[in-house]
């Protein structure tokens, strides 16, 4: 057999029925899928001490009030471009916030302060709401992942206000 008709064979027989079983694998699974960007509706974030979230974002009216490191109350309207939704919502996907459970963490009973972050995705069919406890205890790589989520929407609305002040 040739060096052409070995290339050949390999390609018949070991990538082409790796192409056609990721193709029927993983088809239903992307068209299936309950949360796509394109059913994208908007997003809330909250986040404070306790039972107080005098920090919250809303995407659909835009209005984004925070408490700086002055006590102040400020309050702007700070929208997302479809960039940053796309990208919140691939790290979402990334880091699988669509299987997290509603609640990670147990709220409290202790007087001392814990943060707590409220988050919202909200999407034509499902919406995805996930309540995250500074205390947690439980799977360290769960609190990571949750972490980190909670770094990129803060991130995405740092640059967005920034944006929006020029």
């Known amino acids: 057999m040739s060096s052409r008709g070995k290339k050949i064979f390999l390609a018949i027989t070991i990538i082409v029925p790796m192409i056609i079983y990721c193709y029927i694998y993983y088809k239903p699974i992307i068209q299936n899928a309950p949360f796509r960007k394109a ?14 979230l005098e920090n919250h974002y809303d995407s659909k009216t835009g209005e984004y009030q925070y408490v700086n490191n002055r006590d102040s ?24 916030l669509w299987n997290f459970p509603d ?3 147990q709220k409290s009973a202790k007087s001392r ?3 707590r972050y409220d988050i919202t995705f909200n999407y034509k069919e499902k919406s995805k709401h996930v309540v995250i406890y500074g205390d947690f205890d439980g799977n360290p790589k769960l609190l990571d992942a949750a972490v980190q989520m909670r770094k990129v929407i ?13």
Do not use: C, W
């Open 39 to 52: 059913d994208f509706v908007s997003m809330q974030f909250s986040y404070g001490l306790k039972d107080t």
């Open 154 to 166: 803060q991130e995405t609305l740092n640059q967005a206000e920034v944006r929006s002040g020029k």
């Open 73 to 96: 109350v400020i309050t702007k309207k700070v929208f997302l471009k479809s960039d940053d939704i796309l990208y919140m919502h691939r790290k979402a996907n990334e880091i699988g």
């Open 103 to 105: 609640t990670i963490g």
């Open 113 to 115: 302060a814990v943060p």
